[in-house]
C-alpha cells in the first residue's frame, strides 16, 4: 500500500488539475497540499515504522541539502511577498517539490520492490492511457494539440515520454515475446499521446535519453539481442514519428516537413509582400461592389521602395491577398502576423484562419475599441491614430488574440490577408515567434529574450539573486514573463550564488549516487529496473532548462528523492510487504 500512495504522489498533481478542471477549481496551495499529503502521508507514516535507527544519520548530507534550499527559496520568496506569484511559489514548492523529495528518499527503495513496483506503474500508466485515448478518440485522432484537462501540452508530452521511458525498460527487461509485444503496444500508445501534445522540447529532450540509453545498452553489450531490440526500437519510434508528421492534425506531408524544418533553419519569417517584384500577383478584389476599385504596384518615395495601393469607395470595397496561384496559403506553424501600412481614413485588416472551432476572420481596424463578443469574427481597435496619413507597422500575434476572445481555441491554419480601405500596404509577413522554443544551430530561438533578460538579473544581484517573482521581458513578444522558463537560469536570476551553487552540488550528489548505486547491483536485469528512476531523473531535469519553473519541477525532486533514499543491496522487503 504505501509504494502505490508512493507513485500515486507522482501523479496527483496531474491529477488534481484534471479534476479541477471538470470541478472548475482554482488552483490553490491548502487544495494542492491535501491533494498531495493526504496518501502520501500514509505512505510517510508506514516508511518511518520500517526505516533502520540510523537511516537519517546516512543520509543526513540530502536532508541537509534539501533544507538549505527550501530555506533559500523560501527567503527568496519572502523577498517580494507582496507578490502573489512568490507566494504561490514557495507555498507550491513546499507541497510539491520537497514533499515528493522527502516522500522519494524515506520510500528506501529497494531492489525487489522496485521490481515489483512495475505492477503498480502498469497500473496507473494503463489508467492514464485509456483517460488519454478516451479524449483523443471523443473528439478524433485529428484533434490537434492535445492536452490533458486544467493542464498544458508540455506538461501532456512530458508525463507520456516519461511513460514511453518505462515501457522501453519493459521491453528490454522481460524474457517473454508475449509479454514483449504488449510492451511495445503500450510503448506506442504512450508515444502516439506524447507526440500529440506536439511539444518539441519536450521530444528533443525525449530523444537525448532514449538515444543515449541504447548508445550505452549498444556498447557495454554487445548481444545480438540487445542489438535487435536497439534496431527494432528505433524503427519502431522511426515509424511512429513518421505517421504523426502525415497524420496529424490534417495537415499536408509537405506542411508538416516544412515544420520541422523550421527546426533548422534560422529562417523564421515568411515574407507574403513586399512589392519588390513590381506586380499585385496573389492579389485579388474580392468585394468588386461599387465598381471601380483598384490593385496597383507603386514606387513610395516616403519609404524608397515598391508597395501595394488599394483604391476603391472606402470599406466597400475588399481587398485579399494569396499565393500566387490564388490560393490560401494555409499557413500551420506560422502565426504571428506582421505588415506596414498608410491610410487616411478609416480601414479594416483581417486575417481569415481555421481553428480547432472552425474559421474564424481577426480584425484590426482604425476604431478605438475592441469587439470581442462576437463568434466568428473577432475585432480589435488600433486606434484611430492609425488613419492619420502615416506609415504604421503592425505586429500581431494571431494566437494570442484569439485566446483572449475565445479561450481554449487554437489556430491550424492562417489562410489568408484581407483589407477594406483605401490606402497603401507594404512588408507583409509571418513570423513563428510563438511557437515552443525552435532550436536553430543549437539555440532556442524564442526563449532566448527571457533567458537574456535572467543572465542581466544575475549580473546586477550575482550573489543573493533578484528574489522570485521577478519579471522577464520578451522584447519580440511584448510581454512579461515570471520566470525564464529554465529552473538553472531561474536560480542563478533570483536566489544567485548561493542558491544555484546549492543546486548544482545537489544535482551532483543525486548523479553520484545513481551511478554508484547501478555498479552496485549485481543482475543485469535488476540494473534495467533501477535505470528507470535515474533516466527519469535527468529527462526531467533537462527538460527543466526549457520549461519549468522552480517550483513546478517536482518530477525532478520526486525521482530524486527516490534515488536518494535507495538501498542496491538491501534484502529487507518482508516488512514493508506486510504493509
Known amino acids: 500500500m504505501a509504494d502505490i500512495f508512493l507513485i500515486y504522489s507522482l501523479l496527483a498533481p496531474i491529477i488534481f488539475n484534471v479534476i479541477g478542471d471538470y470541478m472548475v477549481w482554482k488552483e490553490n496551495f491548502l487544495r494542492t ?33 534539501l533544507a538549505a534550499l527550501t530555506l533559500i527559496i523560501s527567503v527568496s520568496g519572502y523577498r517580494n511577498w507582496e507578490s502573489t506569484y512568490a507566494r504561490e511559489c514557495v507555498n507550491f514548492f513546499l507541497a510539491y517539490c520537497a514533499f515528493g523529495f522527502l516522500l522519494g528518499i524515506l520510500a528506501n527503495l529497494t531492489v525487489a520492490r522496485a521490481r515489483s513496483n512495475i505492477f503498480i506503474w502498469l497500473f496507473f500508466i494503463s489508467l492514464f492511457l485509456i483517460y488519454a485515448w478516451s479524449l483523443i478518440l471523443n473528439e478524433g485522432l485529428k484533434v490537434g494539440r492535445f492536452t490533458l484537462p486544467g493542464d498544458n501540452s508540455a506538461r501532456t508530452a512530458i508525463l507520456y515520454f516519461c511513460f514511453s521511458l518505462f515501457f522501453i525498460i519493459v521491453v528490454y527487461f522481460v524474457q517473454s515475446v508475449r509479454f514483449k509485444i504488449i510492451g511495445i503496444l503500450f510503448f506506442l500508445l504512450c508515444l502516439f499521446v506524447a507526440l500529440q501534445s506536439r511539444s518539441r522540447s519536450a521530444l528533443f529532450v525525449f530523444l537525448i535519453c532514449v538515444i543515449g540509453s541504447f548508445v550505452y545498452a549498444f556498447f557495454s553489450n554487445k548481444s545480438r539481442r540487445h542489438r535487435v531490440f536497439l534496431v527494432s526500437m528505433i524503427a519502431l519510434s522511426g515509424f511512429l514519428l513518421t505517421l504523426y508528421l502525415t497524420q496529424n492534425v490534417g495537415l499536408q506531408f509537405k506542411q508538416q516537413i516544412q515544420r520541422i524544418l523550421s527546426v533548422s533553419s534560422l529562417d523564421q519569417t515568411t515574407v507574403y509582400e513586399d512589392a519588390e517584384d513590381g506586380t499585385t500577383a496573389g492579389w485579388k478584389i474580392y468585394d468588386r461592389k461599387p465598381k471601380g476599385a ?58 481569415y484562419v481555421i481553428t480547432t472551432a472552425g474559421a474564424r476572420f481577426i480584425h484590426y481596424t482604425s476604431e478605438d475599441q475592441d469587439r470581442l463578443d462576437r463568434k466568428k469574427h473577432i475585432y480589435y481597435g488600433l486606434g484611430h491614430n492609425m488613419a492619420d496619413g502615416g506609415w504604421h507597422t503592425i505586429v500581431r500575434n ?43 544551430v543549437g539555440k532556442i530561438i524564442s526563449r532566448l529574450p527571457i533567458w537574456k533578460a535572467a543572465v542581466e538579473k544575475f549580473t546586477k544581484n550575482p550573489v543573493w539573486g533578484a528574489g522570485l517573482s521577478s519579471d522577464y521581458y520578451d522584447e519580440i513578444k ?53 535505470l528507470f528512476y535515474p533516466l527519469s531523473f535527468t529527462f526531467f531535469l533537462l527538460f527543466s532548462n526549457f520549461h519549468f519553473a522552480i517550483h513546478e519541477n517536482y518530477y525532478f525532486w520526486y525521482f530524486g528523492g527516490i534515488i536518494a533514499g535507495f538501498d542496491p543491496l538491501s534484502l529487507r522487503t518482508e516488512k514493508l510487504e506486510m504493509v
Open 33 to 65: 497540499a491535501l491533494v498531495l499529503l493526504g496518501p502520501g502521508f500514509v505512505s510517510f507514516v508506514l516508511y518511518l515504522k520500517i526505516l533502520p535507527k540510523d537511516y537519517f544519520r546516512k543520509k543526513l548530507h540530502f536532508f541537509l541539502f
Open 294 to 351: 483598384k490593385i496597383e504596384n507603386i514606387f513610395n518615395h516616403d519609404r524608397q521602395s515598391n508597395v501595394i495601393k488599394l483604391n476603391g469607395k472606402k470599406r466597400a470595397n475588399g481587398y485579399r491577398l494569396l499565393n500566387p496561384n490564388l490560393r490560401t496559403r494555409q499557413n500551420a506553424y506560422q502565426h504571428t502576423i506582421e505588415w506596414s501600412m498608410r491610410f487616411s481614413e478609416k480601414f479594416s485588416i483581417s486575417i
Open 398 to 440: 494571431l494566437q494570442a488574440d484569439l485566446e483572449r476572445a475565445q479561450p481554449g481555441i487554437k489556430i491550424k491554419n492562417v489562410n489568408d490577408f484581407r483589407v477594406r480601405g483605401s490606402g497603401e500596404v507594404d512588408d507583409i509577413k509571418l513570423h513563428n515567434f510563438e511557437t515552443n522554443y525552435y532550436l536553430t
Open 478 to 530: 511584448n510581454l512579461n514573463y515570471p520566470h525564464p522558463h529554465s529552473v538553472f537560469l531561474q536560480f542563478l536570476a533570483e536566489t544567485g550564488i548561493l542558491g544555484f551553487g546549492l543546486y548544482a552540488v545537489f544535482i551532483t550528489l543525486i548523479i553520484k549516487k545513481a551511478i554508484s548505486d547501478y555498479r552496485l547491483i549485481p543482475n543485469s536485469a535488476d540494473k534495467l529496473v533501477y
